[in-house]
Nanobody, 124 residues
């Protein structure tokens, strides 16, 4: 009933920039929060940044000052602007969202949904 579709990513040289987008669609009542995670080869998935519906943000120390998370509530979309990219930022990036879903009548349920993942590669 709910899908998260990512776009953006790719190959960039160190110092460059990329922008990721993630759009949620379906029977959505609300989404809070929306997040970006990443997983590098041989490493655990880690939280990169998160943003609440009200716009409060949090990000990992490793990306603070370089990455910016934002969202458009009207479009149910979250963005990750990545500047001053480093080779160690190379990973598969996933968006995630805690979604309250409308079902039949006034019924709802809440669960986490994930995007399909997108590769970000930063060359030195």
């Amino acid at each position: 009933q709910v899908q998260l579709v990512q776009s953006g990513g790719g190959l960039v040289q160190a110092g460059g920039s990329l922008r990721l987008s993630c759009a949620a669609s379906g029977s959505i009542f609300s989404i809070d929060p929306m997040c970006w995670y990443r997983q590098a080869p041989g490493k655990q998935r880690e939280l990169v940044a998160a943003i609440t519906r009200g716009g409060r943000t949090n990000c990992a120390d490793s990306v603070r000052g370089r990455f910016t998370i934002s969202r458009d509530n009207a479009k149910n979309t979250v963005y990750l602007q990545m500047n001053s990219l480093k080779p160690e930022d190379t990973a598969i990036y996933y968006c995630a969202a805690n979604v309250t879903v409308r079902t039949y009548g006034t019924s709802r349920y809440t669960r986490d949904y994930w995007g399909q993942g997108t590769q970000v590669t930063v060359s030195s």
